[in-house]
């Protein structure tokens, strides 16, 4: 596939319910984003409580061309894991200012 076909990554992590009990709807992502999105699940399974380890993520997308899903992706664990605290509410607001979200 090539960079710009948006396929399924599947599992049963994406659809259904989370750990925390969470529902999930499916997500598509480019191929070239498919290992950075590892990536960072991965890392927030090592880090799961931490608002400013994600915002990292969205610097670090910042910095490469075409990475708004992912982008995207990070902003929605925020919101998901972070829903009602100020940290959370801070972190988007913060990103909606920026032209981002």
């Known amino acids: ?46 880090i799961p409580d931490d608002v400013q380890f994600r915002l990292r993520f969205v610097e670090a997308c910042r910095t490469f061309p075409r990475t708004k899903p992912l982008e995207d992706l990070i902003m929605e664990s925020v919101t998901l894991d972070f829903g009602q605290s100020a ?9 909606a200012e920026e032209g981002y979200g």
């Not at 999930?24 to 191929?31: D, I, L, V």
């Not at 940290?87 to 990103?95: D, N, Q």
């Open 1 to 46: 596939a090539d960079e710009g076909t948006v396929i399924s990554s599947g599992g049963n992590e994406e659809e259904g319910e989370d750990d925390k009990g969470n529902e999930q709807r499916p997500s598509s992502m480019p191929t070239s984003l498919l290992p950075s999105q590892i990536i960072f699940k991965n890392a927030i399974k090592a």
């Open 87 to 95: 940290e959370g509410w801070v972190a988007r607001i913060a990103h």
